[in-house]
């Protein structure tokens, strides 16, 4: 049972943890696997407030996007340690990064619709 309070707590502390990691990612991470665009898109958190997915959108190809994830996943403890003082949570924090791919699926998705679209017209004439 959740109460009516608790679900605000999570998503503000979701927000501030998204924009602090977005500030670190700008200017403190100096791991040059990060040089490439980096953007904080979701931070998804656990009722308990003990895990923080980090989305994020990696720009770039193949290549570069594995460097970045692994650049952040080694960046993992430097960013949980500052979470946890300039939040001032009470709680050890885990922080997992995923690569947030949902712009991509949907430019596929818009493109198979299209691709439908077109062929619809044939058949119905």
């Avoid at 502390?13 to 990612?25: C, D, G, Q, W, Y």
């Avoid at 949980?80 to 709680?91: N, T």
């Amino acid at each position: 049972m959740t109460f009516g309070g608790q679900g605000h707590r999570v998503e503000r502390i979701a927000e501030e943890i998204r924009n602090e990691v977005s500030l670190m990612m700008a200017g403190e991470l100096k791991d040059p696997r990060l040089a490439m665009p980096l953007i904080v898109s979701e931070v998804r958190m656990t009722p308990d407030l003990r895990t923080a997915r980090v989305f994020v959108q990696l720009l770039g190809d193949d290549a570069d996007r594995k460097e970045a994830l692994a650049g952040l996943k080694a960046a993992a403890g430097y960013v949980r340690h500052e979470l946890i003082e300039r939040l001032q949570l009470r709680r050890a924090l885990e922080v997992i990064f995923i690569p947030d791919d949902s712009e991509e699926y949907g430019h596929h998705i818009d493109e198979l619709l299209r691709k439908v679209q077109v062929k619809d017209p044939e058949k119905n004439p």
